[in-house]
């Protein structure tokens, strides 16, 4: 059974910053996309970042590039998001998902964490 796990939330003020973490099990997933979405409240899934396990290579969503980064530790099956310079509007709960299409859709993924929530105060 495929697990993602997310970690690594919480509450901190504008400017901080937090590293989320995905951990997963269930197989491994060093050929596909992992990605990562948020959705706040009222609003719709959106696209984060994605990173190709196996090349590396790094998409961002334009609201939060310069700020997050995307990477993942192939021996550990974990994909993290670090997170700098935190905003209010960056509140929302993060997701991880797993895929194989470097998509910036949410249906083009197949595999889902619970979330974790992140909420950033001014």
């Known amino acids: 059974q495929v697990q993602l796990v997310e970690s690594g939330g919480g509450l901190v003020q504008a400017g901080a910053s937090l590293r989320l973490s995905c951990a997963a099990s269930?197989?491994?997933?060093?050929?596909?996309?992992m990605g990562w979405f948020r959705q706040a409240p009222g609003k719709e899934r959106e696209f984060v970042a994605n990173?190709?396990?196996?090349?590396?290579?790094?998409y961002y969503a334009t609201s939060v590039k310069g700020r997050f980064t995307i990477s993942g530790d192939t021996a550990k099956n974990t994909t993290y998001l670090q997170m700098n310079s935190l905003k209010v509007e960056d509140t929302a709960v993060y997701y991880c998902?797993?895929?194989?299409?470097?998509?910036?859709?949410?249906?083009?993924?197949?595999?889902w964490g619970q979330g974790t929530q992140v909420t950033v105060s001014s």
């Open positions: 998902a797993a895929g194989w299409r470097e998509s910036v859709q949410a249906g083009q993924y197949d595999y």
């Open positions: 269930g197989r491994t997933f060093s050929s596909a996309v």
């Open positions: 990173i190709r396990r196996s090349s590396g290579k790094t």
